[in-house]
């Protein structure tokens, strides 16, 4: 079955990095997007980035500050985060969509504070 796991999220202080990432199994990686989305609290989940082939996507927010890579030997997508804020406080989830159904992992949590 379809399995997507994130880690690499933890406490960091404001101007920092971390580098997220999310292992699927269970479908052809190279075969599909792969999508970052975040969910702060209190507020709806939301789009970050998407990867597939050479073109990523990105939110207008995090453009400049975060980047999304793959891997697809390892089955893996990758964001890494730059110039984090406390605003990017959030859960992240990583995401793909296979014929008509979403998966989604269970998130890291991401918290940006000092």
């Known amino acids: 079955q379809v399995q997507l796991v994130e880690s690499g999220g933890g406490l960091v202080q404001p101007g920092g990095s971390l580098r997220l990432s999310c292992t699927a199994s269970?479908?052809?990686?190279?075969?599909?997007?792969m999508n970052w989305y975040r969910q702060a609290p209190g507020k709806e989940r939301e789009f970050v980035a998407s990867s597939f082939g050479g073109t990523t996507n990105y939110v207008d927010f995090v453009k400049g500050r975060f980047t999304i890579s793959r891997d697809n030997a390892k089955n893996t997508v990758y964001l890494q985060m730059n110039s984090l804020k406390p605003e990017d406080t959030a859960v992240y989830y990583c995401?793909?969509?296979?014929?008509?159904?979403?998966?989604w992992g269970k998130g890291t949590l991401v918290t940006v504070s000092s």
């Open positions: 269970g479908f052809t990686f190279s075969n599909y997007v």
């Open positions: 995401a793909t969509r296979l014929d008509i159904m979403n998966f």
